[in-house]
């Protein structure tokens, strides 16, 4: 079956410009987490949803950063005024539910330049 | 705090070598463990968990790992290397908190493998 899928795999914006990441889970996956890997910090845990809500945003890195999640599915990563410290792979995940021992499922990622 | 140590940055084999990977970890109650592979341009696919039971679990592509509760490690192991394990490893660790899990990764270890 299908995997976790985001667009675009690639987008290269200029400093100050708004960008959207979309994820497109597993279906029937509750769970959905998304993470950074860049080089400075590796990868670290951003923000997580079950269905439509996220219980806690304190992983976000600054206020510019929001995201939100639709339907239970797909979710979309937004971050205001690009800074160049944004370039990094944004990483979705998705899990059947949000018990510790599910699989996170990861898709493919999309590697964000700030130029 | 809950962290991921994973102390070599990068490893060199020989093809048909054995490799092992370390991994540490610092975490106050039962850890749910699991080593991730990442290849050039594609996401994090899992290698192997560890949860409870059996403290040698068996993994995809041949690896194996062992949890060792007495030196908080859960270190990668394969008995020979072939070309294709050429890529970026991960290992990671559950923590729950708030309801919810996220994971906490190491920050890598880069495997070149010589012909």
């Known amino acids: ?115 | 705090a809950q962290s991921v140590t994973q102390p070599d940055i990068h490893i060199t084999v020989s093809e048909g070598a054995s490799l092992e990977l370390r991994c540490n970890y610092s975490y106050g109650a039962t850890p749910y463990l699991f080593w991730y592979v990442q290849s050039p341009g594609q996401g994090l696919q899992l290698l192997l968990k560890y949860f409870s039971g059996d403290t040698l679990v068996q993994g995809i592509k041949g690896f194996e790992a062992e949890f060792k509760r007495s030196q908080s490690s859960f270190n990668l192991r394969k008995p020979s290397v072939h070309w294709s394990d050429a890529a970026e490893y991960f290992c990671a660790v559950v923590v729950f908190s708030g309801g919810y899990n996220k994971l906490i990764f190491g920050a890598g270890t880069r495997l070149a493998v010589h012909p």
């Not at chain 1, 675009?8 to 959207?20: A, I, M, Q, R």
């Not at chain 1, 951003?46 to 639709?70: M, V, W």
Request: charged share 20%; hydrophobic share 30%.
């Open chain 1, 1 to 115: 079956g299908a995997g976790v899928s985001q667009s675009p795999s690639n987008k290269v914006t200029e400093k100050g410009k708004d960008v959207e990441l979309r994820c497109d889970p597993i279906s029937g996956h509750t769970a959905l987490y998304w993470y950074r890997q860049s080089l400075g910090q590796g990868l670290e845990f951003l923000i997580y949803f079950q269905g439509n809500s996220a219980p806690d945003k304190s992983g976000l890195p600054s206020d510019r950063f929001s995201a939100e999640r639709t339907g239970g599915s797909v979710s979309t990563l937004t971050i205001q005024r690009t800074q160049q410290e944004d370039s990094a792979v944004y990483l979705c995940a998705s899990s059947l539910d949000k018990r510790e021992y599910n699989e996170q499922f990861f898709g493919p990622g999309t590697r964000l330049t700030v130029l």
